[in-house]
């Protein structure tokens, strides 16, 4: 069987990349990167939606992996806490056996930090946190403001560092951190889907059926193609300035569609369409035959 | 590897007793699934860290029934069994988590559990047994299959599975013989029924993904409109052969003992037919006639096989055979596409 090796999909990435080049932008801060799967985000969400009555803010503990500059937190649980204007109690034996439970699961996972949510850092954090530089060295301290104070969830990850004259008073800064969002390829196409249920009014969505989703594809990269060609259109009329590099990856593009004679077209495609056509005759036949098995059977 | 509700019958005997006197048999329960955003990450996450290669990956769900909808609210991944790991228990393992759960509010109610399958091969004598006795003791249960590998050719492939209750009566009654299947009607169709699936998400969450949107900067790969089928056709034609070939030889040992059965049925009625005519000849001579010796001991009646395996296998085999047609029509329009693209009009 022949192969036309990704035609469309490096078309449609290539397109991507155009795209992605007009809304890229960069923070700068130092220290290690904090690289978080939606996974971890969402629990927390759900997390707070079922706080107990009369608490203002949840917190837990996240556990993930670490690397020489980057941290990388792939799951968390929540942890049962009472703050109030002058003390704060949290559950460690709670702590203590939730991560024995995870560990079992996945073995490779460490504490690497905690979380809570809320916009402001309060004196309790400094005490909580205190409590996880025990558990993991140099603990990331990540927040999610559920608040939604600035209109939108605001999420930021710290560490600690020791500020003030040594011997004297010594405090504890909280200096911020760069937060990615990395996904695995599944879990992107989950998020995906997941997107989806904002369109609709009843925040449900079902899943789709095979063509469909073809079409669905189909449709992202038609958009994607209308967006180029506006650009173009906006270049040509002279609204917006050239830029070399776009010209370049619009070259790239259209030479992604690979020049083959149409003769070897031809026949590339009609060995595909009668293998696939081939396949599902026999798919046919096969369940013909086991149902007929079926019948014959209780006779 | 299959395991039970064990620790839930205390909680679940009072809802059994409601739910028996209720419900008629022929009604399901659950008409439709409802899940968490949540849980399909927490699935994923699941197999993509702890699942790679051909094991399968278990779970629990759990959250609550709504009228004649189930809610799964949230999940949590059952550890690996490995063969230096003898003394772990899975009982306490549940029974923990879902203590600790329940401090932080999270739905503790078991409904179902989660597995992930390879190409689509799932319907197993293990998954049976499991989900019955789910079902047996929780009755909305579900089994969730999530497919990882269709999931990465481009979109998310979750499917939810019970059992029907006709299959349920067999199971209870454990008749696997042929009149016990013949009695009941059942088919390989009507051993599964899918329960349509729904995803909900609450507001904040709606919240977070927008977030996420903005802020994410990977790249869409757009594996769904990747062009090269042949090696996930080679590999699903292949289990699908394998599975056939288990038919063959299921139909073969079928075939035997039906041989034998008949035969057996021919030597009774020879051995009658001469016993009657030695009868005969002994009267015409005045003697007595011989005793009548019980004929269903001497022909001991053959083993009939049980045939829950065969129900199995087929299946199996429609299962497959479902996906590779779902497969190649989603191929067939690629390919169309891909022509319109060369732009070469045929």
Same mark, same amino acid.
């Given at each position: 069987?022949?192969?036309?090796?990704?035609?469309?999909?490096?078309?449609?990435?290539?397109?991507?990349?155009?795209?992605?080049?007009?809304?890229?932008?960069?923070?700068?801060?130092?220290?290690?990167?904090?690289? +978080? @799967?939606?996974?971890?985000?969402?629990?927390?969400?759900?997390?707070?939606?079922?706080?107990?009555?009369?608490?203002?803010?949840?917190?837990?503990?996240?556990?993930?992996?670490?690397?020489?500059?980057?941290?990388?937190?792939?799951?968390?649980?929540?942890?049962?806490?009472?703050?109030?204007?002058?003390?704060?109690?949290?559950?460690?034996?709670?702590?203590?056996?939730?991560?024995?439970?995870?560990?079992?699961?996945?073995?490779?996972?460490?504490?690497?930090?905690?979380?809570?949510?809320?916009?402001? +850092?309060?004196?309790?954090?400094?005490?909580?946190?205190? %409590?996880?530089?025990?558990?993991?060295?140099?603990? +990331? @301290?990540?927040?999610?403001?559920?608040?939604?104070?600035?209109?939108?969830?605001?999420?930021?990850?710290?560490?600690?560092?020791?500020?003030?004259?040594?011997?004297?008073?010594?405090?504890?800064?909280?200096?911020?951190?760069?937060?990615?969002?990395?996904? %695995?390829?599944?879990?992107?196409?989950?998020?995906?889907?997941?997107?989806?249920?904002?369109?609709?009014?009843?925040?449900?969505?079902?899943?789709?059926?095979?063509?469909?989703?073809?079409?669905?594809?189909?449709?992202?990269?038609?958009?994607?193609?209308?967006?180029?060609?506006?650009?173009?259109?906006? +270049? *040509?009329?002279?609204?917006?300035?050239?830029?070399?590099?776009?010209?370049?990856?619009?070259?790239?593009?259209?030479?992604?569609?690979?020049?083959?004679?149409?003769?070897?077209?031809?026949?590339?495609? =009609?060995?595909?369409? =009668?293998? *696939?056509?081939?396949?599902? %005759?026999?798919? =046919?036949?096969?369940?013909?035959?086991?149902?007929?098995?079926?019948?014959?059977?209780?006779? | 590897?299959?395991?039970?509700?064990?620790?839930?019958?205390?909680?679940?005997?009072?809802?059994?007793?409601?739910?028996?006197? $209720?419900? !008629?048999?022929?009604?399901?329960?659950?008409?439709?699934?409802?899940?968490?955003?949540?849980?399909?990450?927490?699935?994923?996450?699941?197999?993509?860290?702890?699942?790679?290669?051909?094991?399968?990956?278990?779970?629990?769900?759990?959250?609550?029934?709504?009228?004649?909808?189930?809610?799964?609210?949230?999940?949590?991944?059952?550890?690996?069994?490995?063969?230096?790991?003898?003394?772990?228990?899975?009982?306490?393992?549940?029974?923990?988590?879902?203590?600790?759960?329940?401090?932080?509010?999270?739905?503790?109610?078991?409904?179902?559990?989660?597995?992930?399958?390879?190409?689509?091969?799932?319907?197993?004598?293990?998954?049976?047994?499991?989900?019955?006795?789910?079902?047996?003791?929780?009755?909305?249960?579900?089994?969730?299959?999530?497919?990882?590998?269709?999931?990465?050719?481009? !979109?998310?492939?979750?499917?939810?599975?019970?059992?029907?209750?006709?299959?349920?009566?067999?199971?209870?009654?454990?008749?696997?013989?042929?009149?016990?299947?013949?009695?009941?009607?059942?088919?390989?169709?009507?051993?599964?029924?899918?329960?349509?699936?729904?995803?909900?998400?609450?507001?904040?969450?709606?919240?977070?993904?927008?977030?996420?949107?903005?802020?994410?900067?990977?790249?869409?790969?757009?594996?769904?409109?990747?062009?090269?089928?042949?090696?996930?056709?080679?590999?699903?034609?292949?289990?699908?052969?394998?599975?056939?070939?288990?038919?063959?030889?299921?139909? $073969?040992?079928?075939?035997?003992?039906?041989?034998?059965?008949?035969?057996?049925?021919?030597?009774?009625?020879?051995?009658?037919?001469?016993?009657?005519?030695?009868?005969?000849?002994?009267?015409?001579?005045?003697?007595?006639?011989?005793?009548?010796?019980?004929?269903?001991?001497?022909?001991?009646?053959?083993?009939?096989?049980?045939?829950?395996?065969?129900?199995?296998?087929?299946?199996?085999?429609?299962?497959?055979?479902?996906?590779?047609?779902?497969?190649?029509?989603?191929?067939? $329009?690629?390919?169309?596409?891909?022509?319109?693209?060369?732009?070469?009009?045929?």
């Amino acid at each position: 069987m022949h192969e036309s090796h990704g035609d469309l999909r490096s078309l449609s990435s290539s397109l991507f990349i155009i795209i992605l080049h007009f809304l890229y932008e960069i923070m700068a801060v130092h220290g290690p990167v904090v690289k +978080i @799967h939606p996974v971890v985000l969402a629990s927390i969400v759900d997390s707070y939606e079922r706080r107990n009555e009369g608490a203002t803010r949840v917190i837990g503990t996240l556990l993930g992996t670490t690397d020489k500059h980057s941290v990388e937190v792939t799951n968390c649980f929540s942890v049962p806490h009472n703050e109030s204007e002058d003390e704060v109690a949290v559950d460690m034996e709670f702590a203590k056996n939730m991560y024995e439970l995870h560990k079992k699961v996945s073995p490779s996972e460490v504490i690497i930090g905690w979380y809570a949510t809320g916009y402001d +850092i309060t004196e309790h954090s400094v005490l909580i946190h205190e %409590y996880y530089s025990r558990e993991a060295p140099n603990p +990331i @301290h990540l927040t999610v403001d559920t608040a939604l104070q600035s209109n939108k969830m605001n999420i930021r990850a710290y560490v600690s560092s020791q500020m003030g004259v040594p011997g004297k008073t010594v405090g504890v800064m909280f200096t911020p951190l760069t937060v990615k969002y990395v996904y %695995y390829d599944t879990e992107r196409i989950g998020v995906e889907l997941l997107q989806r249920t904002r369109a609709s009014p009843s925040r449900t969505n079902g899943l789709t059926t095979d063509l469909a989703q073809v079409a669905s594809a189909a449709g992202r990269v038609q958009e994607m193609l209308t967006t180029v060609l506006s650009y173009i259109e906006d +270049i *040509l009329s002279g609204k917006v300035m050239a830029d070399n590099s776009v010209g370049r990856f619009l070259m790239d593009l259209v030479n992604k569609v690979p020049k083959i004679t149409a003769e070897d077209f031809e026949s590339m495609l =009609n060995s595909n369409i =009668n293998d *696939l056509l081939m396949v599902t %005759y026999l798919a =046919n036949l096969t369940q013909a035959q086991i149902a007929l098995n079926e019948k014959l059977v209780v006779l | 590897m299959c395991f039970g509700p064990f620790p839930l019958h205390q909680t679940m005997a009072s809802r059994k007793e409601s739910a028996a006197s $209720g419900s !008629s048999p022929l009604e399901t329960p659950v008409k439709q699934i409802q899940i968490d955003g949540l849980v399909v990450l927490k699935i994923i996450k699941h197999y993509q860290e702890e699942g790679q290669g051909s094991e399968v990956v278990q779970g629990v769900l759990l959250g609550l029934v709504v009228e004649d909808s189930l809610e799964i609210t949230n999940c949590f991944p059952f550890p690996q069994h490995t063969e230096d790991d003898v003394d772990f228990d899975e009982v306490q393992y549940q029974m923990e988590m879902m203590r600790s759960l329940r401090h932080v509010n999270i739905d503790h109610l078991h409904v179902g559990w989660y597995q992930s399958t390879y190409y689509g091969s799932f319907v197993s004598r293990a998954l049976l047994d499991s989900q019955f006795s789910y079902q047996h003791a929780i009755e909305e249960s579900v089994v969730l299959i999530y497919d990882p590998i269709k999931t990465a050719q481009g !979109s998310l492939c979750l499917k939810a599975y019970r059992l029907t209750p006709k299959l349920m009566e067999i199971c209870k009654e454990k008749d696997f013989s042929p009149e016990g299947l013949k009695k009941a009607c059942i088919g390989f169709e009507i051993m599964f029924e899918e329960v349509p699936i729904v995803i909900k998400n609450s507001h904040l969450i709606n919240v977070l993904l927008l977030d996420l949107q903005e802020k994410s900067t990977v790249a869409d790969k757009h594996e769904l409109l990747n062009l090269s089928s042949s090696n996930h056709l080679e590999k699903s034609l292949q289990l699908l052969m394998d599975r056939v070939d288990d038919m063959n030889q299921d139909i $073969g040992k079928y075939n035997t003992y039906c041989r034998n059965l008949s035969k057996q049925q021919q030597q009774k009625q020879q051995y009658l037919q001469r016993r009657q005519q030695e009868n005969t000849q002994r009267q015409s001579r005045g003697e007595p006639p011989l005793p009548e010796e019980d004929i269903s001991k001497m022909f001991k009646p053959p083993q009939a096989p049980p045939r829950m395996d065969t129900l199995l296998i087929a299946g199996q085999v429609n299962n497959y055979c479902q996906n590779i047609k779902e497969f190649t029509s989603q191929n067939l $329009g690629k390919l169309f596409m891909a022509e319109a693209l060369q732009g070469h009009s045929s």
